[in-house]
Nanobody, 116 residues
Framework: QVHLVESGGGSVQPGGSLRLSCAAPGSIFSLDVMGWYRQAPGKQRELVAAALSGGSTNYADSVRGRFTISRTNAKNTVSLQMNSLKPEDTAVYYC??????????WGQGSQVTVSS
């Protein structure tokens, strides 16, 4: 079992920045993927950014160039720096971790609201 603990999020005006952090304290498993998904009201959960244990990263087209994912394998932590935020970035953001190809784990969710 992998327990993910999120922190960060909140409310910001358009153009502002927020940072999300996630940790998997005490995990004995190698986390092959750590990343972030988001779900806006009435929409499906979608991938925002992912970082593989080997160092490669992947971003949704809608956030590429504005968001940066960073991961520390030794500490099982992942962060998402979100800059130039837009109202359409408003959603609940979920930390995600995957062990192997089948075992997926989720954080509790963090609200991000971008509004003037």
């Amino acid at each position: 079992q992998v327990h993910l603990v999120e922190s960060g999020g909140g409310s910001v005006q358009p153009g502002g920045s927020l940072r999300l952090s996630c940790a998997a304290p005490g995990s004995i498993f190698s986390l092959d993927v750590m990343g972030w998904y988001r779900q806006a009201p009435g929409k499906q959960r979608e991938l925002v950014a992912a970082a593989l244990s080997g160092g490669s990263t992947n971003y949704a087209d809608s956030v590429r160039g504005r968001f940066t994912i960073s991961r520390t394998n030794a500490k099982n932590t992942v962060s998402l720096q979100m800059n130039s935020l837009k109202p359409e970035d408003t959603a609940v953001y979920y930390c995600h971790a995957r062990v192997g190809s089948s075992f997926n784990y989720w954080g509790q969710g963090s609200q991000v609201t971008v509004s003037s």
